[in-house]
């Protein structure tokens, strides 16, 4: 089997990416670090970060969200050029954000993964989980999975993680090409 350097799953908060990759994880057979963006703000001060986790505006100096991402974008092909795998997830809303991620993993094979859930659930499990601004799937919904093509989706709507990451494993298991990244980069690329 032939597996990509990098798993890049994408969906909106709440979706069910972050508990997917770690049952994947452990599903793969060679290892892969669970890399999303709060990698990146789980280090952040712990009082920046709970004002984030409340939707509150962050006023520390210093603090710029466009550099935390630009940051997290940098570090992965840091890692790839140390040999590590990849399982990454986080929300893309952005076209620029996008860009900049693709442009980064540029080069290396990538399985670009759509994760979709219904709306209604995805709210539920935010209002449930306590640990995320309430608003982000409402406002990431009409912009997750814009300009994007990917090389494969699923959809977490009432299925558990464990069912999920078998889909997934089997579904990069019996694919060998990985356009996706290629494809949407090329697209972001012609409409800047």
């Known amino acids: 089997m032939s597996l990509p350097q990098v798993i890049l ?13 770690k049952v994947l994880q452990d599903k793969l057979p060679q290892q892969y670090l669970n890399f999303s963006i709060d ?13 984030m986790k409340q939707g509150e505006v962050i006023t520390r100096a210093g603090y710029d969200w466009p550099s935390l991402v630009r940051g997290y974008h940098y570090c992965l092909p840091a890692l790839l050029q140390a040999g590590c795998r990849l399982l990454i997830d986080n929300a893309w809303c952005d076209a620029g954000e996008k860009r900049e991620l693709l442009t980064e993993l540029a080069g290396y094979s990538v399985a670009l993964v759509g994760v979709y859930c219904d709306i209604d659930i995805a709210l539920a499990r935010e209002a ?7 608003g982000l799937v409402a406002w990431q919904t009409p912009l997750i999975h814009q300009d994007m093509t990917y090389d494969l989706t699923i959809d977490t709507s009432g299925i558990e993680p464990q069912a999920l990451a078998n889909k997934l494993y ?5 694919q060998s090409i990985w356009r996706g990244a290629i494809d949407t980069l090329e697209h972001l690329n012609m409409q800047s």
């Open 39 to 51: 990698s990146i703000l789980y280090a952040l001060p712990p009082s920046d970060l709970q004002q």
């Open 128 to 134: 449930a989980r306590g640990d995320r601004a309430i």
């Open 170 to 174: 089997n579904d990069i298991h019996n």
């Open 9 to 21: 799953l994408n969906g909106t908060s709440s979706s069910g990416k972050t508990s997917i990759a």
